[in-house]
């Protein structure tokens, strides 16, 4: 820390020289991480968090404006995902935070109605996201990842999972759609072996829960995925992911209030007053939920579908490009996500090479390929991005690229 403190000016010069290195997300050259809905919902998000910077959502007596936000919040995301009478949820600080709180639910639910006792489990498809080990780390329980279907589909494979429970099971996963393929699990059949099992079935819908219902509303053929599966207890749903919010905001949703009452933590046994915490953090920072309410009532249904069609033209315009450059496109992706592999190129060589000309995306490892979470800034630069990847796959062809470089999400 410096002695003496510097001006504005001089550390906010410091704060932009250091981004320069950064990935050029604002270019349309980042298909990972960042959500670009385009400089009008930046500036948004940017306001809208800052008249609330400072308030704090754990204090709703303090900030009643900040409860009823959230509480609409909520009630949109339930009126999009089938929500039936009784349903509620929370607003978190992300997917891993929505899905932490969930398998807590599911957790001591289970010790409630079932009195279960002992090891829990878990069973979820090979393609589900990492914040279910994370979470089960953390509650000392046994994650069982099952292989997906052999059918080239690169979905869950229902009897398998099915197969893997037993009577320490308490939660069932599924992807709408999953990060590695961008394919949406057979959730109604994985409906009904958890209700043959009697386990509780979670939708992960991180990337699609804001992405998907839109989608439906332009004739994309969304198959059931969320509350309207009567087996789904709970689903994970990132505002600001395809929500396009100020991060970090994410909502996790229950069935029922009896499902929910299970997830907050309450303690009265220490020295200040009695502390209850809707989900895993303490402090839940205001701007994160003023910006993603803002954001859903500038934007509306017709934003909204606006947006995401935009999205799925643009992933059908790289699809038709990718394939006509030899590329084979994995599963059948009907949102923004798609992985896509070369059948005689090294996929990571590729990516490799790629980044080298400014993009910055993502991998699948199973199978080895190349991946693009699309945002609406991509309609603009896609065709780009194909003559680019048309460049790379010619440079490793020929063995003259650089280094490999083995792709990380950190």
Known sequence: MPEAGRSWDEVREQLITRGGGDAK?????????????????????????????????????????????????????????????????????????????????????????????????????????????????????????????????????????????????????????????????????????????????????????YFAPFARMNGVPVPPFDFEVQAVHSISADLHKYGYAAKGASTVLFRSQELFQHMPFENREWSGAPMTTPTLAGTRPGGAISAAWTVMNVLGVEGYRKTQGLVCETRERAEEGLKARGFEILGNPILGLIAFRHPEHDSFAIYGEMLRKGWFTSVTTEPRSLHLMLSPKHAEVIDEYLEDLTESVATVAEGKGGPKVEARYN
């Not at 980042?30 to 609330?52: C, D, H, M, R």
């Open 25 to 209: 997300w604002r270019d349309g050259k980042t298909a990972v991480y960042v959500f670009n809905a385009g400089p009008e919902i930046a500036k948004v998000q940017q306001e809208a968090y800052s008249l609330y910077m400072s308030e704090n959502g754990l204090g709703p007596l303090a900030f009643p404006s900040l409860a009823q936000m959230e509480r609409e919040v909520i009630e949109m995301a339930l009126s999009l995902l089938n929500g039936p009478v009784g349903a509620t949820g929370a607003m978190t600080s992300g997917g891993t935070d929505s899905i932490t709180m969930a398998i807590k639910a599911a957790r001591d639910y289970a010790r409630a109605a079932r009195a279960l006792s002992g090891p829990a489990n878990i069973v979820l498809p090979r393609s589900a996201h990492p914040a279910f080990d994370k979470a089960a780390h953390l509650m000392d329980i046994e994650v069982r990842r099952l292989p997906l279907k052999e059918d080239g589909s690169y979905q869950a494979d229902p009897a398998a999972m099915g197969d893997a429970c037993d009577n320490q099971t308490i939660m069932m996963v599924g992807s709408a759609p999953n990060f590695p393929h961008g394919i949406i699990d057979p959730i109604e059949e994985l409906g009904k072996v958890a209700r043959e099992k009697e386990v509780w079935l979670h939708t992960d819908a991180c990337v699609g829960g």
